[in-house]
């Protein structure tokens, strides 16, 4: 089955500690990206990614950092700057980044807890 | 300010009732709106895309409209189930940046039997 992956499911990050989310796909997708939602808002756009080897930030990149080594994956780390990390974080992706109908498919999340 | 405004936050309905889910929305200029359903502790699943050209769009149960003039979106559900019980999130996209998805906050629905 095509699709996207999230993993782990939870994750517990201890104070100063750096975490990395892993997002792969096999939809043969070219856009990627990674939203972070909290209760009563939206999602907001971390960081997407258009190519292999290319990304950019979004609204709420501070704290963060990605890579976009394989077309398939792109893992996000949540590091010791990012200040209020505890979340539940969202990986999707497109087909074509500038199609007008481009459906957005999402992984099932990762929720982030900081102890 | 959002972008992407929804009403009500959250709604409780008993089984087999219908229901009616409202977005309002200030993006301009807009490509395409998007209703997602998300189930609690999971990502968000597609349920209807339209473009500005479009006015309705049904999807099995759930029926999705726009009037672009007015910015405005609604999402009909006929004859709940439990299973409907989830957020339902209005996503509208800037018509040269299909990328740059402004979301809404949700509603909750509850479905009761």
């Known amino acids: 089955d095509g699709g996207i992956t999230q993993s782990p499911k939870y994750l517990f990050r201890k104070e100063g500690q750096n975490v990395t989310l892993s997002c792969e796909q096999n939809?043969?997708?070219?856009?990627m990206y990674w939203y972070r939602q909290d209760p009563g808002q939206g999602l907001r756009l971390i960081y997407y990614?258009?190519?292999?080897?290319?990304?950019q930030k979004g609204d709420i990149a501070e704290g963060y950092s990605v890579s976009r080594e394989k077309k398939e994956s792109f893992p996000l780390t949540v590091t010791s700057a990012q200040k209020n990390p505890t979340a539940f974080y969202l990986c999707?992706?497109?087909?074509?980044?500038?199609?007008?109908?481009?459906?957005?498919?999402f992984g099932q999340g990762t929720r982030l807890t900081v102890v | 300010k959002n972008q992407v405004e929804q009403s009500p936050q959250s709604l409780i309905i008993l089984e087999g009732k219908n229901c009616t889910l409202q977005?309002?929305?200030?993006?301009?200029?807009?490509?395409?709106l998007r209703w997602y359903k998300q189930d609690t502790g999971r990502g968000p699943v597609s349920l209807t895309i339209?473009?500005?050209?479009?006015n309705t769009k049904s999807n099995g149960r759930y029926t999705a409209t726009l009037d672009a003039d007015t910015k405005q979106s609604s999402l009909h559900i006929t004859a709940s189930q439990l299973s409907d019980s989830a957020s339902y999130i209005c996503?509208?996209?800037?018509?040269?940046?299909?990328?740059?998805?402004?979301f809404g906050a949700g509603t909750t629905v509850t479905v009761r039997a």
């Open positions: 999707a992706s497109t087909l074509i980044i500038t199609a007008m109908n481009t459906e957005a498919f």
């Open positions: 977005c309002n929305y200030t993006v301009s200029p807009f490509s395409n």
């Open positions: 339209m473009t500005f050209s479009e």
């Open positions: 996503v509208v996209s800037l018509r040269s940046n299909d990328y740059k998805l402004s």
């Open positions: 939809l043969n997708h070219d856009a």
């Open positions: 990614s258009q190519i292999v080897n290319d990304f």
